[in-house]
């Protein structure tokens, strides 16, 4: 028997719910980052996240027209928590707090942070204040070497992302293999 939760009251679960931290520069250089969970690929070259209008992140990105977004990772939880329970509109000096270091990006204007090696760098192509949806074009990859494979693959037991267990508020790492994608479902195909 199923068990049925009250969305309207507990909100949306879903199970990976994947860990963000955005990074962007405000008008003077200064680097912030924050936590989102609300987020995917929603095309091949595409980012979409749902960041509230009030958050220093979304006036930063409206005015540099770029940002980061790179996944959080088992080593580094209570940073990760830390930028998405502090303002970076009451906390000017978060990312600093948090312990982050910001490496300017080649690619946009917005900062990779050293201490999460695996981020996404991200053109805005909209942000939509009513939903408070931000698109992104994403422009460029980038993986540290200590998180690749022999082939030169990101490795997910390396990187070890987390994710976000809504119904229990916690942050799980994501686990062992247990298939292979586009060739374990040929096994049915008769």
Not at 42 to 66: F, P, R, Y
Not at 115 to 139: F, H, N, W
Not at 184 to 189: A, C, N, Q, R
Request: overall charge negative; hydrophobic content about 40%.
């Amino acid at each position: 028997m199923k068990k049925f939760f009250d969305v309207s009251r507990r909100g949306p679960i879903l199970y990976p719910q994947p860990v963000f931290i955005i990074a962007t520069y405000d008008k003077n250089g200064v680097p912030n980052a924050m936590n989102a969970a609300w987020g995917g690929i929603s095309n091949s070259d595409e980012i979409s996240i749902c960041v509230d209008a009030g958050h220093k992140t979304v006036a930063n990105l409206l005015e540099s027209g770029a940002f980061t977004v790179s996944m959080a990772t088992a080593d580094t939880v209570a940073a990760c928590d830390y930028v998405g329970i502090v303002s970076g509109n009451k906390v000017p000096d978060k990312f600093e707090r948090a312990g982050f270091h910001a490496i300017k990006s080649e690619y946009v204007n917005a900062p990779l942070i050293a201490e999460l090696p695996m981020a996404i760098e991200c053109q805005v192509i909209s942000y939509d204040k009513e939903t408070e949806r931000l698109l992104g074009r994403i422009v460029n990859v980038s993986a540290d070497e200590s998180i690749l494979d022999a082939d030169g693959k990101i490795d997910p037991q390396k990187l070890r992302p987390i994710t976000y267990d809504s119904m229990n508020q916690a942050y799980l790492v994501l686990g062992d293999k247990v298939g292979n994608a586009f060739r374990d479902g040929k096994k049915l195909i008769s």
